[in-house]
């Protein structure tokens, strides 16, 4: 039902960096801006990055946000163990909603 | 700080109607939108609802159109979500979110979350 494209999953050692795609179209991504959310185990979703590439306060400069056209990309860099957690794209539709992404699981080897 | 807690959660038969709430507190309650999400077991996070700050605005979900009503009382820094003729499918755990940054047009701040079970 998601109508936003991630990889299920990405991996990396410690202190690595990995990225996390998120393809959409142009009545979502391609007009909209996009958040980034992480669900750590067992938790709710948190907000890690809005606009594209705004962080609230509170979140560390290792994760950064960038989107062109009708995709957006989250970055993570010096891998941590706690990053470890599934991340979801957002962004509005045309159709008056609110739509995700498949959602993405990181692994830190 | 930002602190939203749901409750009105538990097991309901199919067809059956559940109501569930979200108390807001730390933030001015009446100037900000706010949104149902929810998650079934296992699976990936599903918009249902958003509520403008003044309640003049609401949509909700295609899945849920008919079903479920979103509401709120400002006046009681309270969201909520009826949930009507519940089917199996309504099985997830559901979280209410303000909509904090202007420019996200999204869900922000989260609450924990609050389980709903659809089962005979």
């Known amino acids: 039902q998601s109508v936003l494209t991630q990889p299920p999953s990405v991996s990396a050692a410690p202190g690595q960096r990995v990225t996390i795609s998120c393809s959409g179209s142009?009545?979502?991504?391609?007009?909209?801006?996009v958040s980034w959310y992480q669900q750590l185990p067992g938790t709710a979703p948190k907000l890690l990055i809005y606009?594209?590439?705004k962080r609230p306060s509170g979140i560390p400069d290792r994760f950064s946000g960038s989107k062109s056209g009708t995709s957006a990309t989250l970055g993570i860099t010096g891998l941590q163990t706690g990053d470890e957690a599934d991340y979801y794209c957002?962004?509005?539709?045309?159709?008056?909603?609110?739509?995700f992404g498949t959602g993405t699981k990181v692994t830190v080897l | 700080q930002v602190q939203l807690v749901e409750s009105g959660g538990g097991v309901v038969q199919p067809g059956r109607s559940l109501r569930l709430s979200c108390a807001a507190s730390?933030?001015?309650?009446?100037?900000?939108?706010m949104y149902w999400v929810r998650q079934a077991p296992g699976k990936g996070l599903e918009w249902v609802a958003v509520?403008?700050?003044?309640?003049?605005?609401?949509y909700c979900a295609d899945s849920v159109m008919g079903r479920f009503t979103v509401s709120r009382d400002n006046s009681k820094n309270a969201l909520y979500l009826q949930m009507d003729s519940l089917r199996a499918e309504d099985t997830a755990v559901y979280y209410c979110?303000?909509?904090?940054?202007?420019?996200?047009?999204?869900?922000?701040?989260w609450g924990q979350g609050t389980r709903v079970t659809v089962s005979s």
């Open positions: 979110a303000t909509w904090f940054y202007p420019s996200s047009w999204g869900p922000d701040y």
């Open positions: 730390g933030f001015t309650f009446s100037k900000y939108g």
């Open positions: 509520i403008w700050y003044d309640g003049n605005k609401k």
């Open positions: 142009s009545s979502n991504l391609g007009s909209n801006s």
């Open positions: 606009e594209n590439n």
């Open positions: 957002g962004t509005w539709d045309s159709s008056l909603s609110y739509v």
